[in-house]
């Protein structure tokens, strides 16, 4: 069994700033904790950011040069920082994990973020 906990979403002003966090915890042997998704009410889920095994970085065109994916091995955790945010991110952010034996999904329960005035 594998846990993915989202947390650091909330209402912020266009502009402002937010990092999201995703902690695995459970079953994570050969868990790659590697990936954001947010899904805007109405919309499907879309890839935001993704980090490969070896650190490879790829970023949706519509987030590139604001938002910025990193991970620490050592706590199992995936980050996402969000820069100049704007109304249209707006979205529930879910953090996506594969584990490479089996190809197997797990997701976390997501995190609102809300960019407002």
């Known amino acids: 069994q594998v846990q993915l906990v989202e947390s650091g979403g909330g209402l912020v002003q266009p502009g402002g700033s937010l990092r999201l966090s995703c902690a695995a915890s459970?079953?994570?042997?050969?868990?790659?904790?590697r990936a954001w998704y947010r899904q805007a009410p109405g919309k499907q889920r879309e890839l935001v950011a993704s980090?490969?095994?070896?650190?490879?970085?790829n970023y949706a065109d519509s987030v590139k040069g604001r938002f910025t994916i990193s991970r620490d091995n050592a706590k199992n955790t995936l980050y996402l920082q969000m820069n100049s945010l704007k109304p249209e991110d707006t979205a529930v952010y879910y953090c996506?994990?594969?584990?490479?034996?089996?190809?197997?999904?797990?997701w976390g329960q997501g995190t609102q973020v809300t960019v407002s005035s």
């Open positions: 459970g079953s994570i042997f050969r868990l790659n904790i």
């Open positions: 996506n994990a594969i584990r490479t034996v089996t190809s197997t999904d797990y």
């Open positions: 980090i490969t095994m070896n650190g490879r970085l």
